[in-house]
């Protein structure tokens, strides 16, 4: 299956502020852990001969893609693109690429937390309701290391559908889509994306069903959360990621949801208490796109940028730097 266009977001600012502090005269190597069509990671190769990148997806037609443009575009020496999730970045490449720790560390690293437009927009995927295809919403499509989206819908019993929908979608709605869902598949396995909307649809009172937001919004983005373990994986693995970083190198992480923004931003203060490795955040309030970037990708409206550096010395107090 080839792997749709994707709109990189926030794409100059991810790169700008990553790179600001690259020597001029040896290699930097970057990591973008969520290569997805490959924006970030090359901008990174365009930027500057000297920059090296490791990057990591868990989604087979990602790294078909990925591979195949490597191949294309003669960045085989400069770019490794590792077939793995990306909380188990720092162990493969602590095993696998010991030139990084030769060079000091990364300079940078970029966690686009995002899903790809290539999802949304093959159906085959089940991650839109826009589509009638198969409740999968498994970023590795291939594995069956996690449920389904159909095998939570079918199995998970109300207590606990309840829960993610509050949790992972916040959703006012949930006792009663749990409910639902729980009463409709005991006439029928719920096996489709359409057929999962019209159960919720049908949860809303009629006055509030068709505005701006359709209403399986949240409960989608729940169960994606829930299927992937996004959440549980997001907090595991930014404390990893900062004993990579060499002196003065940064971690960038752009989310799209409350949930996962507020993780990024707890983890990173609660980050600037250690003392072995001391950090500094850098961005007191996220950065947001510009109305410009919005125009062209409407679904670029939700990103959070948050930026944090390693540093010498601790200091007294944070100085926001954006």
Same mark, same amino acid.
């Given at each position: 299956?080839?792997?749709?266009?994707?709109?990189t977001v926030l794409k100059k600012e991810c790169?700008?502020?990553?790179?600001?502090?690259?020597?001029?005269?040896?290699?930097?190597?970057?990591?973008?852990?969520?290569?997805?069509?490959?924006?970030?990671?090359?901008?990174?190769?365009?930027?500057?001969?000297?920059?090296?990148?490791?990057?990591?997806?868990?989604?087979?037609?990602?790294?078909?893609?990925?591979?195949? +443009?490597?191949?294309?575009?003669?960045?085989?020496?400069?770019?490794?693109?590792?077939?793995?999730?990306?909380?188990?970045?720092?162990?493969?490449?602590?095993?696998?690429?010991?030139?990084?720790?030769?060079?000091?560390?990364?300079?940078?690293?970029?966690?686009?937390?995002?899903?790809?437009?290539?999802?949304?927009?093959?159906?085959?995927?089940?991650?839109?309701?826009?589509?009638?295809?198969?409740?999968?919403?498994?970023?590795?499509?291939?594995?069956?290391?996690?449920?389904?989206?159909?095998?939570?819908?079918?199995?998970?019993?109300?207590?606990?559908?309840?829960?993610?929908?509050?949790?992972?979608?916040?959703?006012?709605?949930?006792?009663?889509?749990?409910?639902?869902?729980?009463?409709?598949?005991?006439?029928?396995?719920?096996?489709?994306?359409?057929?999962?909307?019209?159960?919720?649809?049908?949860?809303?009172?009629?006055?509030?069903?068709?505005?701006?937001?359709?209403p399986s919004t949240r409960v989608f983005q729940?169960?994606?959360?829930?299927?992937? +373990?996004?959440?549980?994986?997001?907090?595991?693995?930014?404390?990893?990621?900062?004993?990579?970083?060499?002196?003065?190198? +940064?971690?960038?992480?752009?989310?799209?949801?409350?949930?996962?923004?507020?993780?990024?931003?707890?983890?990173?203060?609660?980050?600037?208490?250690?003392?072995?490795?001391?950090?500094?955040?850098?961005?007191?309030?996220?950065?947001?796109?510009?109305?410009?970037?919005?125009?062209?990708?409407?679904?670029?409206?939700?990103?959070?940028?948050?930026?944090?550096?390693?540093?010498?010395?601790?200091?007294d107090k944070n100085k926001y730097k954006y």
């Amino acid at each position: 299956m080839s792997y749709g266009s994707h709109y990189t977001v926030l794409k100059k600012e991810c790169i700008d502020t990553l790179t600001e502090k690259a020597p001029t005269d040896v290699k930097s190597y970057y990591a973008d852990l969520t290569f997805g069509g490959g924006g970030h990671s090359f901008e990174f190769l365009y930027r500057n001969p000297l920059f090296n990148v490791r990057s990591t997806d868990q989604d087979p037609d990602a790294l078909k893609n990925g591979n195949a +443009r490597i191949e294309s575009e003669g960045m085989l020496g400069r770019i490794k693109l590792i077939n793995t999730n990306f909380v188990h970045f720092a162990e493969m490449i602590r095993e696998h690429s010991p030139e990084v720790f030769e060079a000091g560390g990364f300079q940078g690293i970029l966690l686009d937390l995002g899903v790809s437009s290539h999802h949304f927009d093959e159906a085959t995927r089940g991650f839109s309701f826009r589509f009638d295809g198969p409740l999968d919403m498994r970023m590795n499509h291939e594995s069956d290391e996690f449920l389904t989206a159909a095998e939570i819908v079918n199995t998970y019993d109300e207590k606990d559908l309840k829960r993610i929908f509050e949790e992972y979608g916040e959703e006012k709605n949930a006792r009663k889509i749990a409910m639902k869902i729980v009463e409709e598949r005991k006439v029928k396995s719920i096996e489709t994306t359409k057929e999962l909307e019209n159960i919720v649809f049908h949860c809303y009172p009629k006055e509030h069903r068709y505005g701006k937001t359709n209403p399986s919004t949240r409960v989608f983005q729940a169960l994606r959360l829930e299927v992937n +373990r996004e959440l549980e994986v997001l907090s595991n693995t930014i404390t990893q990621l900062i004993p990579l970083l060499k002196m003065n190198g +940064r971690i960038a992480i752009i989310s799209f949801h409350s949930l996962e923004d507020r993780i990024v931003k707890n983890v990173f203060r609660d980050s600037m208490a250690l003392t072995e490795l001391p950090v500094e955040v850098l961005t007191k309030k996220p950065i947001l796109p510009t109305e410009e970037e919005i125009s062209h990708n409407s679904r670029s409206r939700s990103a959070k940028l948050r930026i944090l550096e390693r540093i010498e010395v601790k200091k007294d107090k944070n100085k926001y730097k954006y």
